[in-house]
């Protein structure tokens, strides 16, 4: 891996002029409409697939390289003098199935909350191979960025991941729960789809929404991403549509709000969250406060909202970073055809939005067993006006509380 300091709209030049080691399109013809924006590529990735990416209060940035597309010798790691570090170390990284609640396995999605800790999904899943329900496989954890240690292991039960689980996304609302609550999704091709809802106080997870219609992929949907059809096609068998369930989520600004879409279809929903997170109400209760927010005319993976309560959407159909407007449309804040299927995003203090660029599309279930990716694979960063990341309106909050005004 290394750092440049270039701009999307340089890499689209060689991308389309078919330079060597860059991406070259799938597209049958060449990009269409106008770039927007300039996304300044900060690293280039020439080993595993990026994902996952987050940015803490002092603009540390983390990148999680899940194992389930390649398997490589850290599945989190920190950006460091243009190099990629294991993070929280290189032993906690080295891949053993043999002491899963010891070791990262495969790192999905991450996420820094406002105590400026860095909480890291691990699906627990290497390549395509079934979790291993109740080992410790499938685990969130919990690391300091003061002392750079693991502080906290949440382990999931076979009722929360059982074989077939996908954990992907997740987020952290603070003020539900004594110690915070943790809402993840599970988009999984195979099993049920559905939010995970983890109380952090007490470790205790349970599931939300299962196999609902918002959870689960549009029936028969087919994206177009690079001029063709997303499709999976396996050697020997016709084409099929792609399930992949819910996939990015994010919270409102007052935290009363999830907001969710699947991977495989283009409506965003939002939800409670103070029903998703009371274990006691019964699932029609919850079913109740699901509110459909309309066709975005795109796909998305990630989401994020930012701390006047903006939400912002990757558009891996048309290689672009959307952000919702209040009335319900939606305003493109950078497209550029090097952007090929940007996938998580994170907010930085110093007013960028940064997010990958990993060419899932290329992978070989879409292609007949060919992997189609041409590396580098990128991280991304645009400057957008007053945006902050959400954690800056969760400590006003706590501040807000130690006065008496409780949200």
Request: aromatic share 6%.
């Amino acid at each position: 891996m290394e750092i440049r300091r270039t701009t999307a709209v340089a890499v689209a030049a060689m991308t389309l002029a078919g330079a060597t080691g860059t991406a070259a399109p799938l597209r049958d013809k060449a990009f269409t409409g106008a770039a927007v924006g300039r996304p300044e590529i900060v690293a280039t990735f020439y080993g595993p697939v990026p994902v996952g990416v987050a940015v803490s209060s002092d603009r540390r940035i983390f990148v999680s390289f899940p194992r389930t597309m390649d398997v490589g010798p850290q599945t989190l790691g920190e950006l460091k003098n243009g190099r990629i570090m294991p993070f929280p170390s290189a032993t906690v990284n080295r891949l053993d199935q043999k002491r899963p609640t010891e070791r990262l396995l495969s790192v999905q999605g991450i996420t820094v909350d406002d105590q400026n800790r860095l909480w890291a999904l691990d699906t627990g899943k290497i390549r395509t191979d079934p979790i291993k329900p109740g080992t410790g496989a499938a685990k969130l954890v919990c690391i300091s960025l003061e002392t750079n240690k693991i502080t906290r292991v949440i382990a999931f039960p076979s009722g929360t991941a059982g074989p077939n689980a996908y954990l992907n996304d997740v987020r952290i609302d603070p003020f539900i729960g004594t110690e915070g609550t943790a809402f993840i999704t599970d988009s999984s091709e195979t099993g049920p789809n559905g939010i995970v809802v983890v109380d952090l106080a007490t470790g205790n997870s349970f599931r939300r929404l299962d196999n609902h219609p918002s959870v689960r992929a549009t029936p028969k949907f087919t994206a177009t991403v690079e001029g063709q059809p997303l499709l999976i096609r396996k050697p020997g068998m016709p084409p099929s549509h792609d399930k992949t369930g819910v996939d990015g989520l994010a919270l409102s600004g007052d935290g009363q709000q999830l907001y969710y879409c699947p991977n495989a279809g283009r409506t965003l929903y939002q939800v409670s969250t103070k029903a998703l997170a009371d274990n006691g109400q019964e699932t029609s209760a919850v079913v109740a406060t699901v509110k459909p927010l309309g066709d975005k005319g795109f796909a998305s993976d990630g989401i994020e909202a930012d701390a006047s309560g903006r939400l912002f959407l990757t558009d891996y159909e048309h290689d672009a970073l959307r952000m919702r407007l209040a009335g319900g449309g939606y305003q493109t804040i950078a497209r550029s055809p090097a952007m090929i299927w940007p996938d998580s995003i994170s907010i930085a203090r110093d007013g960028y939005l940064y997010y990958t660029s990993n060419q899932l599309n290329r992978r070989t279930q879409f292609h007949n067993g060919k992997d189609l990716r041409r590396k580098p694979y990128l991280l991304y960063r645009i400057p957008v006006a007053g945006a902050q990341p959400q954690s800056v309106a969760w400590r006003g909050m706590r501040q807000r509380q130690a006065k008496g005004e409780v949200r």
